[in-house]
């Protein structure tokens, strides 16, 4: 009996997870919103103040629903966050140690406070 192989996907699940997700910032509640297939799965909390001149976003936290964890959605809700950063002109502050680790490995991604 031969068995039959099925093919492999074309996509990976993480990469279809990054299609259907979408970070929308809440500027209300001072956070970044990570949804997927319209579902919020994450926060990036955040304060803004200013320090020598210059708009600072602190960033205070990331979560996410443990499901979610380990399919790179935290780092897709950190870069809509630091992407905003840049847009805005601003520095970033990370308190979160989950968006220091980003910025160490990311360098140069986004202006960082003194």
Same mark, same amino acid.
């Given at each position: 009996?031969?068995?039959?192989?099925?093919?492999?996907?074309?996509?990976?699940?993480?990469?279809? %997870?990054?299609?259907?997700? @979408?970070? =929308?910032?809440?500027? $209300?509640? +001072?956070?970044? /919103? %990570?949804?997927?297939?319209? @579902?919020? =799965?994450?926060?990036? $909390?955040? +304060?803004?103040? /200013?320090?020598?001149?210059?708009?600072?976003?602190?960033?205070?936290?990331?979560?996410?629903?443990? /499901?979610?964890?380990?399919?790179?959605?935290?780092?897709?809700?950190?870069?809509?966050?630091?992407?905003?950063?840049?847009?805005?002109?601003?520095?970033?502050?990370?308190?979160?140690?989950?968006?220091?680790?980003?910025?160490?490995?990311?360098?140069?991604?986004?202006?960082?406070?003194?």
């Amino acid at each position: 009996m031969q068995v039959r192989r099925k093919k492999r996907p074309q996509q990976t699940a993480q990469s279809i %997870l990054h299609q259907i997700s @979408e970070v =929308v910032h809440n500027v $209300g509640q +001072s956070r970044f /919103e %990570l949804y997927v297939a319209g @579902e919020l =799965v994450g926060v990036l $909390g955040y +304060s803004i103040d /200013e320090a020598s001149g210059d708009k600072v976003l602190s960033i205070m936290h990331t979560v996410l629903y443990d /499901e979610f964890s380990g399919h790179g959605l935290a780092t897709r809700l950190t870069q809509g966050a630091l992407d905003y950063v840049v847009e805005q002109g601003a520095k970033v502050r990370p308190v979160c140690s989950y968006t220091k680790h980003y910025l160490t490995t990311h360098p140069g991604v986004a202006p960082i406070a003194a």
